[in-house]
């Protein structure tokens, strides 16, 4: 993958962020969430492109293709910004719920288009753009091609370490993972002293709000701290810290999720209506850290038998996986019988 490929998808993805138009393949693109009617109008496109996912819940895709959404272009839905986050934000579906009728027409570069839901995702954004044709020069630009050479696990490196005792373990050394591009570290935390067992391994998504604030609307919180104590116990062990809020949706877009669970949606069906996966998370990331750390063979701390799979399709060795089991509370139990029952944790 080339640096140059990779540097232009950082471009076009902080272009996005900040309402800028940029070009993705044959694409001209705004973000929907960050334009202004001043940009639209210079844009000049009412079109719009969403994910697959939001299409199915507009009800844009039949059955055949709802079970591989891709993305979907609306031609003429949006003469204004306003109008294209009344389609675009769920969190609008109550107060405007009549949305069309929509035509439906051929994106004009479906690998770019798929390329622009990936940006979208990783710049933070809602999945959902106003488009037209290529028209003119672009100021930014990049191919399909050039966002999976800035997602490439290759180009993480560790980019610090230092001694850090920590409340589960006075032995411990945190190390810190950068890629040339990405503004987001991830890290890990080794705890105890190192020895020729496989270590206990927890990888831990960023949860702002169950690690730091501790939210009782999940169990991320408590999970961490009950990992770090495991492995001390282990008698060595570490913890991934996966800079992937939301299981890779992000931030603001979790908190999204959060709105629609209020309004009676579960987890799942809340990153639905959101234009998202259901998970979203690049485990390639783990299997790279753990690479870069010289651990091979891992004891994996889980309730969820597909994070064993996808390491184990990364190389990693999972000789056991060890589950782990706390306590619910009132605000996390729907929440926990999803993970269980549409996501097939073993709880």
């Not at 729907?334 to 709880?347: E, N």
Request: some cysteine.
């Amino acid at each position: 993958m080339s640096d140059e490929g990779a540097r232009r998808a950082a471009r076009a993805i902080d272009a996005l962020r900040r309402g800028w138009p940029l070009r993705v393949g044959t694409l001209d693109l705004i973000a929907v969430e960050s334009a202004g009617d001043a940009a639209l109008a210079e844009f000049g496109s009412g079109d719009l492109l969403l994910s697959g996912e939001r299409a199915v819940t507009l009800k844009l895709t039949n059955q055949r293709v709802a079970a591989a959404p891709g993305p979907v272009r609306l031609a003429d839905a949006a003469p204004t910004v306003a109008a294209g986050l009344a389609v675009a934000d769920p969190a609008l579906d109550l107060a405007k719920p009549l949305k069309g009728p929509f035509r439906t027409i051929a994106t004009g570069d479906d690998s770019a288009a798929a390329a622009a839901m990936t940006m979208a995702r990783h710049a933070g954004l809602l999945p959902a753009f106003f488009v037209r044709g290529a028209v003119g020069e672009a100021e930014t630009m990049c191919e399909a091609a050039d966002v999976a050479a800035l997602l490439d696990p290759a180009r993480l490196h560790i980019a610090a370490r230092a001694r850090l005792p920590v409340d589960a373990s006075e032995i411990a050394e945190i190390v810190a993972f950068r890629t040339p591009e990405e503004a987001s570290d991830h890290v890990a935390l080794v705890i105890g002293k190192r020895d020729g067992n496989p270590p206990v391994v927890r990888l831990h998504s960023e949860c702002l709000t169950g690690d730091v604030l501790g939210s009782l609307k999940c169990d991320c919180g408590p999970q961490l701290h009950a990992a770090l104590h495991a492995m001390a116990d282990a008698p060595w062990g570490v913890l991934l810290y996966l800079r992937q809020e939301g299981r890779g949706i992000g931030l603001v877009n979790k908190l999204r999720a959060y709105a629609l669970q209020d309004q009676g949606y579960d987890t799942v069906d809340a990153n639905l209506r959101l234009g998202f996966p259901v998970e979203a998370r690049d485990f390639a990331i783990a299997g790279r850290m753990l690479e870069l750390l010289n651990v091979p063979r891992i004891r994996l701390m889980t309730n969820n038998p597909e994070k064993v799979a996808r390491l184990e399709r990364e190389g990693v060795e999972v000789v056991q996986r060890i589950p782990l089991a706390l306590p619910t509370n009132k605000h996390n139990e729907q929440y926990l019988a999803t993970k269980r029952d549409r996501t097939g944790h073993q709880l």
